[in-house]
C-alpha cells in the first residue's frame, strides 16, 4: 500500500440563487457557463458533498475511503473518527443569503439521522463596498420577542450587522444567528454537517417561484440568545511570527500563515488543511508538489513534517483539530 501524500481534491459545486462567478474568476476553479455558482466544496466527507482525491497514486478515491480504511494514517492522533470531521468550503455571495442558525452538538444527535452541530468561522476574501455581515442578535432579544419579529417581518431590527472588510475573520458558535451579505467572498471552515434553519430569505422566491422553506419552529428552539453583537476577531499572535492565530475552540484551530522564507509544517500527528489565499507554495515531497491561490491540501497526518516554501511571498490559512 502506497504512503499517503499531501492530497488535493476535486472541489464540489453547490449551486444556488445568490451564487455568482468568482469562484471561477478569482479562485480558479473550474465552474461551468452559469452565474450562480455559490459553494466549491474543497474538503468534505458528507452525504451532501463528497470530495475525490485528484492528485497522485490514490486519484479517484475518497475522503470517506481513506478516513475508514487508512484512518490512523491520516487523522493521526485524533484517529478514529467515522467521517472526516470537518469541512472546508468557498462561498461567493452575489446576493445576501438567507438569516439562519445551525444547531450544537446536542440538538443535531437528536435528528432523524443525527448529525453533527455547526460551528464555524469566515475568513473574508473579498468584500465589495458596503457588503455587511450579520452575526448575532441585538442585545435584548429573546424567543417570544424575535417570533413576532419574524411574523410581522421585521427580524431586521434583531439582526447585529456591520460592514465587512477583507481579512476579517468571524467565529460563528453553533447556535448564533448569522448570514453572510451580498458582496462578500469567503472562506469558510466548520464541522462536517450541513444542517440549516432559515428564519428569514428576506422574501425571495426560489427557481421555482415559490418561497423558499423555513424552520422557524426549530431555529427558535435551538438560537443561543446569548449570542448578541459578534464582531471580527482579533488576531492573536503565537510563538512563530509568521502565524497569527484567528480562532481557537474545541472544534478547529484556524490560523493564518503569512511566509516570506521556507517553514515547516506537519509533524505534530495530526492533519493539516491549508488553504492558499495569496501567492504560490512549494511543497517539499518528491518531486516538489507546486500550489497557487484558490488551492487548498489536505496534509495526512502520517507524512510528518514538510518544508514549504513561498514563490516571494505567500498568504495561507492552516486549520486543524484541537488537542
Request: overall charge negative; proline content about 7%; glycine content about 8%.
Amino acid at each position: 500500500m502506497p504512503p499517503l501524500y499531501p492530497l488535493t481534491f476535486q472541489p464540489v459545486f453547490k449551486r444556488y440563487l445568490w451564487g455568482g462567478r468568482r469562484l471561477g474568476t478569482i479562485l480558479h476553479k473550474p465552474i461551468g457557463a452559469e452565474g450562480d455558482y455559490a459553494e466549491s466544496w474543497e474538503i468534505a466527507d458528507h452525504q451532501h458533498g463528497q470530495s475525490i482525491v485528484a492528485n497522485g497514486s490514490l486519484a479517484g478515491t475518497s475522503l470517506h475511503e481513506l478516513v475508514t480504511s487508512r484512518g490512523r494514517e491520516l487523522l493521526g492522533r485524533h484517529a478514529p473518527q467515522s467521517r472526516f470531521p470537518q469541512i472546508f468550503k468557498f462561498l461567493d455571495c452575489q446576493r445576501d443569503l438567507s438569516v439562519q442558525v445551525h444547531p450544537n452538538d446536542a440538538a443535531a444527535a437528536r435528528l432523524d439521522p443525527p448529525d453533527l452541530g455547526k460551528t464555524e468561522a469566515w475568513v473574508i476574501l473579498d468584500a465589495e463596498p458596503g457588503s455587511r455581515i450579520f452575526a448575532g442578535l441585538t442585545h435584548g432579544c429573546d424567543r417570544a420577542s424575535l417570533r413576532e419579529a419574524i411574523e410581522e417581518g421585521r427580524i431586521d431590527q434583531y439582526l447585529h450587522s456591520f460592514e465587512a472588510r477583507a481579512g476579517q475573520c468571524l467565529f460563528i458558535p453553533a447556535g448564533t444567528v448569522h448570514a453572510l451579505g451580498a458582496g462578500l467572498l469567503v472562506a469558510e471552515i466548520q464541522q462536517a454537517s450541513d444542517t440549516t434553519y432559515r428564519l428569514f430569505d428576506w422574501g425571495r422566491v426560489g427557481p421555482d417561484g415559490k418561497p423558499r422553506p423555513l424552520h422557524i419552529d426549530e431555529a427558535l428552539a435551538v438560537i443561543d440568545y446569548s449570542a448578541c453583537g459578534l464582531g471580527p476577531q482579533k488576531p492573536q499572535p503565537t510563538d512563530r511570527p509568521h502565524v497569527e492565530r484567528l480562532v481557537s475552540c474545541d472544534k478547529f484551530i484556524l490560523d493564518r500563515w503569512t511566509l516570506t522564507a521556507d517553514e515547516a509544517i506537519g509533524g505534530d500527528d495530526r492533519f493539516h488543511i491549508v488553504s492558499v489565499l495569496d501567492g504560490v507554495l512549494a511543497v517539499e515531497t518528491d518531486p516538489p508538489t507546486v500550489f497557487s491561490s484558490g488551492q487548498t491540501i489536505l496534509f495526512p497526518a502520517s507524512v510528518g513534517a514538510l518544508v514549504i516554501r513561498p514563490r516571494n511571498s505567500a498568504v495561507l490559512l492552516d486549520m486543524y483539530l484541537p488537542d
